[in-house]
């Protein structure tokens, strides 16, 4: 059986406390990312929001807030920016477009090859930039 967004969202708010994406058509639980990858996301998202909303370019969000993908995944970048003319008011539920630069930060239990396949897919439908940061390794990939 195939899951859409709805099931997701649904079971969302039952479970408050996991974050998830949907998957071709399967509901995937993430992990939570451990201290220092939450803190690079979190400066990361920081720095962003401080240039972005200085100058009104968009929208700039977290891990909690996800995308409802052109090809009907429903995922959650680590950090995410969107331009303001693509995204006028912040929707109540999944964004239904691309972001147009999205960031993946490595936690101790994600693997590099999953994380490029995640940034991949965003940018085959329609993101800009994609960014992978590994702290432990302490590089950074620009896709």
């Known amino acids: 059986m195939s899951l859409t967004t709805k099931d997701l969202e649904r079971l969302q708010a039952h479970s408050p406390d996991y974050q998830m994406e949907l998957v071709n058509g399967e509901i995937i639980v993430m992990s939570p990312p451990g ?8 400066r990361m998202a920081g720095k962003l929001f401080n240039w972005v909303d200085d100058r009104r370019l968009g929208r700039v969000t977290g891990s909690s807030a996800g995308f409802t993908l052109p090809n009907a995944n429903t995922r959650a970048p680590d950090v995410s920016f969107v331009l303001a003319e693509r995204l006028r008011r912040s929707p109540r539920s999944f964004a ?19 994380l490029r396949d995640k940034i991949d897919e965003f940018l085959r439908v ?5 960014i992978l940061i590994n702290p432990e390794a302490r590089w950074v990939e620009i896709r």
Not at 35 to 42: I, N
Not at 126 to 130: A, F, N
Request: charged share 30%; no cysteine; glycine share 6%.
């Open 96 to 114: 239904e477009l691309a972001p147009d630069l999205m960031v993946e930060v490595k936690s101790p239990t994600d693997s590099v090859k999953a």
């Open 35 to 42: 201290y220092e990858s939450e803190e690079v996301a979190t």
């Open 126 to 130: 329609g993101t800009r930039v994609g």
